[in-house]
Nanobody, 128 residues
C-alpha cells in the first residue's frame, strides 16, 4: 500500500506563487509516476501535471504550461508542484496521485482513472 500526503496549499494573490508537496510512504517502490490533479466543475478531476519517478519525464496541461513546474526528490519520496503566476482560475482542491508501473505514460498521465493511490487534497485559493 502507498500513502500520499499533500501539503503547501493556501491563499495567495493573483500573480503569486505556491509550492505543493506530495510525500509518499509505504510501498514506494511500486510508485512509477505521480500526477497532480485539481477538482473543477461538476467535481471532475483535471490532470495538471505528471512525472515519472525515474527518469523524471514530466507532462503538463496546456492551461499551466510555463507557469507550473513538477519535480521529484526520490531520496525523500516526494513530488513537488511549483505554481507561479497563479490566476483565479487556478482555484481548486489539488490532489496528488500515484500510478503503478505502466507503459504509455505520456497518454495516461492526465487520466484520474489510471491512478491507484490518492492523497487527501490541499486547497489552493487565488484572490483577484
Amino acid at each position: 500500500e502507498v500513502q500520499l500526503v499533500e501539503s503547501g496549499g493556501g491563499l495567495v494573490q493573483a500573480g503569486g506563487s505556491l509550492r505543493l508537496s506530495c510525500a509518499a510512504s509505504g510501498n514506494t517502490y511500486a510508485v512509477f509516476a505521480v500526477g497532480w490533479f485539481r477538482q473543477v466543475e461538476d467535481n471532475q478531476l483535471e490532470g495538471v501535471a505528471g512525472i515519472t519517478m525515474r527518469p523524471g519525464l514530466s507532462y503538463y496541461a496546456d492551461s499551466v504550461k510555463g507557469r507550473f513546474t513538477i519535480s521529484r526528490d526520490n531520496a525523500k519520496n516526494t513530488v513537488y508542484l511549483q505554481m507561479d503566476n497563479l490566476k483565479p482560475e487556478d482555484n481548486a482542491t489539488y490532489y496528488c496521485a500515484a500510478m503503478r508501473p505502466t507503459s504509455g505514460y505520456s497518454l495516461k498521465w492526465y487520466k484520474d482513472q489510471n491512478h491507484d493511490h490518492w492523497g487527501q487534497g490541499t486547497q489552493v485559493t487565488v484572490s483577484s
